[in-house]
Antibody, heavy 114, light 107 residues
Framework: QDQLVQSGGEVKKPGASVKVSCKSS????????FNWVRQAPGQGLEWMGW????????TYEQRLQGRVTMTADTSTNTVYMELRSLRSDDTAVYYC???????WGQGTLVIVSS | DIQMTQSPSSLSASMGDRLTLTCRAS??????LAWFQQKPGKAPKLLLF???RLESGVPSRFSGGGSGSDYTLTISGLQPEDFATYYC?????????FGQGTKVEIK
């Protein structure tokens, strides 16, 4: 059964970094691309970027460029999203999704607070 | 960036109603459109892709249409489990932008 399982919630201070993992199972990992989408409390969905599990090619939302890095580990079928220089408005639930977002992880709550 | 505008932002409806939600892109997205349903505290769920293709397991009361820059999601015969927020997303050009959502509430 296809599944995406994300790492647990995090509380970070402003200026810190966070790295969220998303482990894929039930399908050929390198056959897909993965997106990261976030949702601030009470707000809508924001696409953050995409990574090819096959090539490692990435494309990021321009506003996050320079603060975000997405990587893929084919040995563990896991994609990662690292966000640096965290601010309070980065507080959100972070989701990984597969390709056209037919599968979603369960979400990871990241709270940025001093 | 392609802007996605959904209307209405919210609506109240009754069980059995037929609803049409709209999503307008700021440019032609050539049917590269997905619709998602999200319930409180849950991850969104894909309903349709390529504007009108129903995702496996999604009830046939959901249908999608449109072309160019204008798209619709129709729910024929609203069921209790359909009360949720619906988002459209274009995947024609990065960044793959979402609409702001339409919240469907019980009248």
């Amino acid at each position: 059964q296809d599944q995406l399982v994300q790492s647990g919630g995090e509380v970070k201070k402003p200026g810190a970094s966070v790295k969220v993992s998303c482990k894929s199972s039930g399908h050929t990992f390198t056959g897909y691309g993965f997106n990261w989408v976030r949702q601030a409390p009470g707000q809508g969905l924001e696409w953050m970027g995409w990574i090819s599990a096959h090539s490692g090619d990435t494309t990021y939302e321009q506003r996050l460029q320079g603060r975000v890095t997405m990587t893929a580990d084919t040995s563990t079928n896991t994609v990662y999203m690292e966000l640096r220089s965290l601010r309070s408005d980065d507080t959100a639930v972070y989701y990984c999704t597969r390709d056209i977002s037919d599968y979603w992880g369960q979400g990871t709550l990241v709270i940025v607070s001093s | 960036d392609i802007q996605m505008t959904q209307s209405p932002s919210s609506l109240s409806a009754s069980m059995g109603d037929r609803l049409t939600l709209t999503c307008r892109a700021s440019q032609d997205i050539s049917n590269s459109l997905a619709w998602f349903q999200q319930k409180p505290g849950k991850a969104p769920k894909l309903l349709l892709f390529a504007a009108s293709r129903l995702e496996s397991g999604v009830p046939s009361r959901f249908s999608g249409g449109g072309s160019g820059s204008d798209y619709t999601l129709t729910i024929s015969g609203l069921q209790p489990e359909d009360f949720a927020t619906y988002y459209c997303q274009q995947y024609s050009t990065t960044p793959y932008t979402f609409g702001q959502g339409t919240k469907v509430e019980i009248k």
